[in-house]
């Protein structure tokens, strides 16, 4: 139990599909971040946010959808994926500006 | 390029010998971290070290920093098969008010029993 909890932890969708994956932290970080890991590539960085502002948009396509009502809460909003979309989608979180990371589970996202 | 290259890409070992994996990156840095993460799962946050520091302990890990070098290592002395696991480097590239942890691809270490 890292403290950062994601749901769902599996999801599978089709391209028209909308849904949204869902991250929690307990650990009273300012600062939360998401990851997308795909098989034989670097963990890359999507979305960071602090004191529940976005500092970082790492050029992630409109079709992703990030939301941080509070600093305790991160959701990701997903439309109109495409099958190389399909990947582990990690959410962090830390004390910012810098720190080690906290990380959920991942939810294992496929799309059809 | 990614700023965090490990190597090697993959480490087969026996239990009870010592593991040794390494990290380059290519710009100065605020830390660099070392991260495992077990099939299927989160990444675990394993040990920082900063840019000012050369060496660290932590249990059965020991990190080492060379900034001339721009390299980092993981020693895991005494590996058990429950170290099974991908090991990743991460630096820390600290740009004002902003930190931006950078991963690499990361190491598959196998321990056989």
């Known amino acids: 139990e890292t403290g950062v909890t994601q749901t769902p932890r599996h999801l599978v969708m089709g391209m028209t599909n909308k849904k949204s994956l869902k991250c929690e932290q307990h650990?009273?970080?300012?600062?939360m971040y998401w990851y997308k890991q795909s098989a034989k590539k670097p963990l890359e960085l999507m979305f960071v946010?602090?004191?529940?502002?976005?500092?970082e948009n790492n050029s992630v396509p409109s079709r992703f959808s990030p939301e941080c009502p509070n600093s305790s809460h991160l959701f990701l909003h997903l439309h109109t994926l495409q099958p190389e979309d399909s990947a582990l989608y990690l959410c962090?979180?830390?004390?910012?500006?810098?720190?080690?990371?906290?990380f959920g589970e991942g939810s294992r996202l496929t799309v059809l | 390029s990614q700023q965090g290259e490990e190597d090697p890409q993959a480490l087969s070992i026996q239990e009870g010998e010592n593991a040794t994996m390494n990290c380059s990156y290519k710009t100065s840095i605020n830390n660099l971290q070392w991260y495992r993460q077990n099939s299927g799962r989160g990444l675990v946050h394993l040990i920082l070290i900063r840019s000012n520091e050369r060496e660290k302990h932590s249990g059965r890990l020991r990190v080492t920093l060379d900034t001339s070098k721009k390299s980092s290592s993981l020693l895991i002395t005494a590996s058990r098969a429950a170290d099974t696991a991908s090991y990743f480097c991460?630096?820390?590239?600290?740009?004002?008010?902003?930190?931006?942890?950078?991963f690499g691809k990361g190491i598959t270490l196998s321990v056989r029993p």
């Open positions: 991460a630096t820390d590239l600290y740009t004002g008010a902003n930190s931006k942890l950078t």
């Open positions: 946010y602090s004191l529940e502002e976005r500092v």
């Open positions: 962090a979180s830390s004390s910012f500006p810098a720190g080690e990371l906290f």
């Open positions: 650990l009273g970080h300012n600062a």
